[in-house]
T-cell receptor, first 111, second 114 residues
């Protein structure tokens, strides 16, 4: 059974701190790993990773995948209060578009 | 990315009643997915809604409890039937990107069952 585990479950930091969120996975036929940000109800897409060692970057957020060790990290530098959200990791199996999600990391950035 | 409208945004319902959630997409899509997120839990796929055929349900979800309609390529509904407090969740519809690698989500429905 495909499985995604995220850590930590929750995290509280001060504005300006750098955080690293972790995602490990087990999937039969790996296709992609995706990161989403969920502020209220709807997850919004951040990154999709398919190849090891290639960093994806968007502003203060970056992510990288290690397909050998079966994990990914999401880094947020110079955190802001607007980064407070649940960050979800999901993996896609080959052949179809269904995703398996982790339980998420709840990040709270205090002023 | 597709624009996905979902309604209602939230509702409070009595146990034993049913609620129908609507999902409208601004472009035609072959597949639509319905997810549930129970409090503090991960997103769990309920079913895949295919136009012109019956929905495909994941293990643990049945059509009698979660009937789905897909009358055309831009619209789907999910009904939560005979509700109990355990059905209190966020319900999300989603559609794949053109290449199929990503999912985009509707605005979600927060359901509370008393």
């Amino acid at each position: 059974e495909d499985k995604v585990v995220q850590s930590p479950l929750s995290l509280v930091v001060h504005e300006g701190d750098t955080v690293t969120l972790n995602c490990s996975y087990e999937v039969t036929n790996f296709r992609s790993l995706l990161w989403y940000k969920q502020e209220k109800k709807a997850p919004t897409f951040l990154f999709m990773l398919t190849s090891s060692g290639i960093e994806k970057k968007s502003g203060r957020l970056s992510s990288i995948l290690d397909k050998k060790e079966l994990f990914s990290i999401l880094n947020i530098t110079a955190t802001q209060t607007g980064d407070s959200a649940v960050y979800l990791c999901a993996v896609g199996d080959t052949g179809f578009q269904k995703l398996v999600f982790g339980t998420g990391t709840r990040l709270l950035v205090s002023p | 990315s597709a624009v996905i409208s979902q309604k209602p945004s939230r509702d409070i319902c009595q146990r034993g009643t049913s609620l129908t959630i609507q999902c409208q997409v601004d472009s035609q899509v072959t597949m639509m997915f319905w997810y549930r997120q129970q409090p503090g839990q991960s997103l769990t796929l309920i079913a895949t809604a295919n136009q012109g055929s019956e929905a495909t349900y994941e293990s643990g979800f049945v059509i009698d409890k979660f009937p789905i309609s897909r009358p055309n390529l831009t619209f789907s509904t999910l009904t939560v039937s005979n509700m109990s407090p355990e059905d209190s969740s966020i319900y999300l519809c989603s559609v794949p990107s053109t290449g199929g690698e990503k999912l985009f989500f509707g605005s979600g429905t927060q359901l509370s069952v008393l």
